[in-house]
């Protein structure tokens, strides 16, 4: 809850996109195809496990920074009652569970 007398703190939490993509990929069921450019340091990349854009790893004109970070600003607000900008829904299904 935010707090309405003092101050509040967000925490944001970065990960190295190099790692996080790799981990992905080693959990994920089965292979999943990736390229390689191996004129960059930062392939093999499995960048078809996060969100950027492939310069982002380099390419022929440009060096490969994997760059993170927020694009933008960032603000707490607050509001009276309840307000839903986005809702994600995540389903986990379970074999044998007789559910169907």
């Known amino acids: 809850l935010l707090s309405t007398e003092g101050s509040n703190t967000l925490v944001v939490t970065f990960q190295n996109a190099l790692d996080y993509a790799l981990k992905t990929s080693e959990e994920y069921p089965y292979d999943v195809p990736f390229s390689e450019y191996y004129n960059t340091w930062s392939e093999p990349s499995h ?3 996060i969100r950027k854009t492939n310069n982002d790893f380099g390419w022929d004109w440009g060096p490969s920074f994997v760059p993170c970070g927020i694009i933008g600003e960032v603000r707490l607000d607050m ?5 839903f900008q986005g809702l994600t829904v995540e389903q986990h299904h379970h074999q044998g569970d007789g559910g169907g």
């Not at 509001?79 to 307000?83: A, D, H, L």
């Open 47 to 49: 960048r078809n496990f």
């Open 79 to 83: 509001v009276q009652g309840v307000r």
